[in-house]
């Protein structure tokens, strides 16, 4: 009799340790994750690189008009943003972006792109409310600007270059454009690697 209870009470404490083992794995793998998560958005292209001229391409919007994509207008960056109405990412994103076109439209121009179906866009920009945006229907302009996953976004600055570019999955990937724009790096995760190089050629000079 005694040796079951101590054999139970044995089973039990080893049961309690394994919980406890179980909880600090999980919190580790929670820090981890956070430490590797992306800084900002991935550039992930192949045809264009930061500082190249931005392609022109006249191009009709859903609306009727007529957008240069590429082509500095008014004295403002332009951003153009690829989405499509089958993207679930793209649809959660999108009161992000309008807040973020609001928020930086003293010298930012938001241009929304897509391919397919001209009539499944304008069903998709009533029914998100996109009507502020130019909207163009383009696969060549798609191809021109390598994209090859969505969301994708690329920021033309005042000179008409491309000033930054990566798959955006949050306003976080969104505002790295921005950052990397003002800093004048390729993208955020080229700014920290820079200041990874410069904190150990300090290191090292001490």
């Not at 179980?22 to 264009?48: F, H, I, K």
Request: contains cysteine; glycine residues 6%; aromatic residues 6%.
């Amino acid at each position: 009799m005694d040796l079951l209870v101590i054999s139970n009470i044995v089973l039990w404490i080893g049961f309690i340790i394994m919980v406890l083992v179980n909880l600090a794995l999980a919190r580790q793998v929670g820090v981890l994750y956070e430490r590797v998560a992306p800084a900002g958005a991935l550039m992930m292209n192949q045809t264009l690189s930061v500082g190249d001229s931005a392609p022109e391409l006249s191009l009709s919007t859903l609306s009727g008009d007529v957008e240069v994509v590429g082509k500095v207008q008014d004295e403002k960056s332009q951003l153009v943003f690829f989405l499509s109405p089958d993207c679930p990412v793209c649809n959660e994103l999108t009161p992000a972006l309008k807040s973020a076109a609001r928020a930086e439209a003293s010298w930012l121009r938001v241009v929304l792109a897509s391919d397919g179906e001209e009539q499944d866009h304008s069903a998709y920009v009533k029914r998100k409310g996109l009507d502020e945006f130019p909207y163009v229907v383009s696969e060549l302009l798609g191809k021109t600007y390598g994209v090859s996953k969505l969301p994708y976004a690329v920021l033309i600055d005042e000179q008409g270059q491309i000033a930054s570019m990566g798959i955006i999955n949050s306003r976080e990937h969104l505002d790295s454009l921005f950052e990397a724009k003002e800093r004048k790096v390729a993208s955020i995760q080229d700014y920290m690697s820079r200041r990874e190089a410069s904190q150990y050629v300090e290191a090292d000079k001490a």
